[in-house]
């Protein structure tokens, strides 16, 4: 039974190579995938005012990221991404701020290898729009804002392709984000600018077509 086991292991193992590496990241292919970091992030904050910033802290956030992309040449995709986060705080005074942020970003994606696991490094800059609600029920205290964005993000990681069509994407991403609220605020009578930025990981499904 042992034996039957280890031929079946041997076997699976060397289907999924040889499908591996009849498959490539070749010209004329579309790309279509998305990808979350699955809450596993580390970002700061900042306000940025009259030349000078402060920190505020860090939170954790949830993200979804689905694209689209097309291989202009073996190995090399451009495309879009629309990046979708989701973030959300709550006090221990029962107050709650939540910030919801959608983007565009064109990007682009060079893949490395021939083998079943392919290194790729990637970038994209994006624009979009934030929004932003805060309550705070104890001191009977609410607002409301929106805010256009601006970032960036550059990446690493690694496919690793299970047949000849999909592939596991692994990869560390550094992303850098800027919102600049659409609402004037008179009590600071000043430009204030948020400011995110950090590492995330990331886990995401990539279908060749």
């Not at 004329?28 to 699955?38: D, H, K, Q, V």
């Not at 689209?68 to 989701?86: E, K, Q, R």
Request: charged letters at 20%; one cysteine or more.
């Amino acid at each position: 039974m042992k034996i039957n086991k280890a031929i079946l292991f041997v076997f699976t193992c060397s289907f999924l190579a040889l499908s591996a590496k009849s498959q490539t990241t070749e010209k004329g292919r579309f790309l279509i995938g998305g990808e979350s970091n699955l809450n596993f992030s580390s970002m700061t904050y900042e306000l940025e005012y009259e030349g000078e910033s402060e920190e505020l802290g860090k939170v954790t956030t949830l993200s979804f990221s689905p694209h689209v992309g097309y291989f202009i040449i073996d190995n090399l995709a451009i495309g879009v991404t629309f990046p979708f986060s989701y973030a959300k705080e709550k006090d221990e005074d029962k107050s709650e701020y939540i910030e919801k942020t959608v983007q565009f970003a064109p990007f682009i994606k060079f893949y490395m290898g021939k083998g079943i696991v392919k290194p790729y490094l990637r970038g994209s800059l994006g624009i979009g729009k934030s929004y932003s609600s805060y309550n705070d029920p104890v001191n009977d205290e609410s607002d409301k804002n929106t805010a256009k964005t601006t970032s960036y993000n550059l990446g690493a990681g690694v496919g690793i392709f299970i047949n000849k069509t999909i592939s596991i994407d692994l990869g560390l991403n550094y992303s850098h984000t800027k919102l600049h609220p659409e609402n004037d605020d008179s009590y600071y009578s000043v430009n204030i600018n948020q400011i995110t930025k950090g590492v995330n990981f990331g886990v995401g499904i990539i279908v060749l077509l």
